[in-house]
């Protein structure tokens, strides 16, 4: 796997400040976009698959428990009746960040309805369907952590000045290498 | 109300056999179409409000408790991204049958989604969105229990021709009473 | 065909208590998996071909003969105007499950709305597009039925405690066997 | 009803050539439309109520003396899941003409694609949701007799030379009425 | 090409009752689905490209002549914003019946909209997406002609016979040739 | 209608640099939001209803005529299956502005895909369904005229830097006037 | 206006953390949901109308400033081609919350995925269409601050305790007050 | 690349009429369409990769000295949430010609609403999602300037008239070459 290179892959950090939950390990595919990012800026983090339809007393506890642990945001992807993103909202007052991942026939329009159209009062912070949505779930959860950490910020601001950086110097034709 | 009159309104029977529940007592004036279906079949049934969102842990304790106190069916309704005929599907063995409640904005298209692509493993028997849907789902567990109750399946079978008959009698252009 | 092994395939029961149908037999490689499903709980079954379209009056008298013949769920799948469950509906008394197809240039999204939105009075209950709403349907009839077979209900919970235990077996990422 | 005059409403023609058939009674404003046409044009006709869902053995009778007692075109309209079009396609060679009626909750895409998606081999020719496909269904199948009877096809000419003049003299902004 | 063989490929019957025309060669492959029925119930017919938006006075001429010169039906397809089948219903009485091309991004859902949905007064008989849409266009056509043909009409019902015998035939799960 | 004022409503001016044609005098309502900018810009403009369906032959006139006539840009409305924009764009070199009309099931999105979805070669520029499309085609063809009109140019720049201190003078909670 | 008192109406905090800001005084209806939740929770915030396409420099000098003046989290909402949220991501590092307006047309669905479905990179968290979405968005950027607020914290956990009793209060049929 | 040659490959014209811009090389398989045209109509250009979300103030620079620049037209394209043509209709008089993208799991529905479904006062002209619609863009940019340019028109008469006789030369079955 070319794209990141995972420094702990599987296991969690010490004391995770985020956590990175998937209905399924058919969805990390998707999800190692947001695992990757939180690599990056060095954000401690576990990832673990936590099914809301086959392992729902998981989830609950889960849910209990993220608070007291620590856990300062919960990004949780799924796909079809995605329920995962809302019910874990429901379970804790950790701000949820909900990745739609794409269904095999609807390609993730069922994923995106069910993570996002939540009732008032029971919000999940729902992104872009698929790779995209995961990366940004994770920048999003680094953005709000960097509200009150200025070593993130710093970060932060120095990721998007090269993504900056990075857009200015393509060039159209794309470049071809021999 | 015209349409039907409820018998004990509110109330659980002694010994429900089916129940019926819903994310708002907002879900009224759709899921009360399930419930006169099991009134006019004289099937025992309770009715409650059970957010999956905003009263989780009261959702999972029903779900555990629902096949120990003799519940055959579950009909569950909710609107948006609605969980809670999934989440229950995943918290009881005892069948699961969904009603999309119609939304405000996507008028149950949403509702529809998130009830009715369900993963492998956790099925939701789901039907048509809004009044039909919460009717139908009523007459299919109706069905279902009929189908080991000679006395219900004769009642369904009356309705049927019932049904059957008035389509038969209807004229176009319609009657018009003076 | 690896994923599962049919020990009677093609074949009907003695007497079949499930009835799985569909409008083609090129609907086969969605519906095995409602066939591996009830294979797996030992539920007897059939499995035919009934095109609502080309077979019309073999299909009106499949439903006609469904109750007598001891049927207590049909199982129902096809694509596109997907008129198969929602006429076996009409037909009998028996229970339909309805399972849509995908089809071809609109994935399955015209075969959902043609089984799922059925007028007050004559329901298909409806699960997911393809393969998961293929096992769903059968394991909601399994359901079904285990509310009045305790041996059943017996299986169809340990299925559940094993579907649970193999998702709290998966870690990401997913483990890579060399 | 001040848009048309029917001349022998609800009623039959002696010698019907058309058949026009709706799912309920609630379909006629819809269905209104084509009969108003076939008023216009002098074809003779009948109209019923025939209900898929609540009456398909009327439905299979219809579809199986349709031939035989001289009807030349079917028109059948219906809404959700809108299976009599293509079932009454399935039951006589004779063609159906397919009207979405619009439904509660998706105004008519479920009735559309329930129509016009049928498989290979069973034919239904579709028109747009609502009024003017319950008329356009009814001009076609005038086009389609027209083809045989030049009296017919002069009226038809003259109609559209009618309709041609109409948008010929519309004017904007609107002319206002004292 | 082994689903049919044309016996007259690309050439005009000398006599042509029916015209198929589409907007582009590249929607053969959907086309010569229409084309195949033709053939196979001997209906003498043409074939040709008249695209409305790069050909719209050839359009015009066609539509001008195409009563005159004898045709009974045109069978029009097209994809994208599909004019062609609308636009030649508005130049002819000769009655049009329309086949949406599947579509490179939509995959045909523009298509259909922009043929089905017609105003009143000028109709397009519509048919499912794709190939299928295609053969059952032409199905239409012929069952519309066998209404004055009483030899095409055995035709007709010798073809809907052996379909229905072709579905009863099939055999699930289906038989693997070796 | 106290939106704006029409200074020669229903008249052509002497020299119309800027054809607004619609479908039916219906999409008045719509097209009027075209008509005021023009107005307000002192761009000469005529307004004709031109069927493309009702008025095949009128509409090509229209469009053979344009370029000599000394229009430089045709705003074409229409609604549905909404032919208009698309063949005008195939009857004259002359760039034309499309307006998706709101159609009363789909609400516009049959009219959107129907106009925007044209092929490679015959372009119709395409804006928002409904009333800001329509105002925004004017707005788009003024902004073109004014490329080689700095008088005009002026008049759109005062024009949006209006808009600007409006936006700028909004507050919210939006006043109340007694 | 009954459902909720603001205490300082379209005046800014002294210090705002966060910034709730909208396309149009028209988008009051929606966004005062959130107001109304930071008023709840005295979250200290400010209100504008920043619109993207009327008034993009004055939108760019809001997010310049967004972070040197203390804002912590800004809440966007918008319709349509909504990209207010988009671009404020584009142009400050400080979390960004989106609420999809209900458009007049397509009610929502052009907003939600003119918002939701951002490139990799420039995260907006997105919530459901219309009022709840305005609410859940603020009660996001609550929960947000709560994590290093733990007044703010207990705060939330009684909101959500007492939405919890709400729900459970809640019976059906509803009460009937005489 | 047989399609085109480009002769001034990425590099600028000396006074460009024309600027090409997109949110990413990505976008270059779909936008190459948009430069073919104007080579071919030897209308002066430039193209870059200006992203909305990555390069704002790149993107209002871009906008604010488009007019002074002496560009006549702006094509731009991008996918998903595609801001970057209405954002820079909002930054310059200069009329922007968006072209959709498509999108990875969408297929550029978003990107067809996120560009079309503009507010009032601030048009982007939409064409058809993908190639065909960057390729419309460029040739409606054309028609504009060919509105003051009467080699142009000239040069766009005969593209056209080459375009009509290449589809007049169509035939169906499409030849064969051995």
């Not at 642990?69 to 009746?81: C, E, F, P, V, W």
């Amino acid at each position: 796997m070319a794209e990141f290179q995972l420094t702990d892959a599987g296991e969690a950090a010490a004391d995770p400040v985020v956590g990175i939950i998937m209905g399924s390990s058919s969805d990390w595919d998707i999800m190692k976009n947001a695992v990757a990012v939180l690599e990056e800026f060095g954000v401690p983090h576990e990832m673990r698959v936590v099914s809301a339809h086959r392992m729902p007393l998981d989830m609950v506890d889960y849910g209990a428990r993220a608070a007291g642990r620590g856990l300062r945001a919960i990004i949780a992807g799924a796909g079809g009746a995605a329920h995962l993103p809302g019910m874990m909202a429901a379970l804790t007052p950790v701000p949820v960040f909900g990745v739609p991942v794409p269904s095999r026939y609807l390609r993730g329009e069922d994923s995106l309805l069910s993570i996002v159209q939540m009732p008032k009062g029971v919000p999940v912070a729902t992104f872009a369907i698929g790779e995209a949505g995961a990366a940004n779930a994770a920048l999003h959860a680094v953005a709000c952590l960097a509200m009150t950490d200025s070593a993130l910020l710093e970060k932060l601001q120095a990721y998007r000045a090269r993504q900056t950086e990075a857009a200015r110097a393509m060039v159209v034709p794309p470049h071809v290498t021999l």
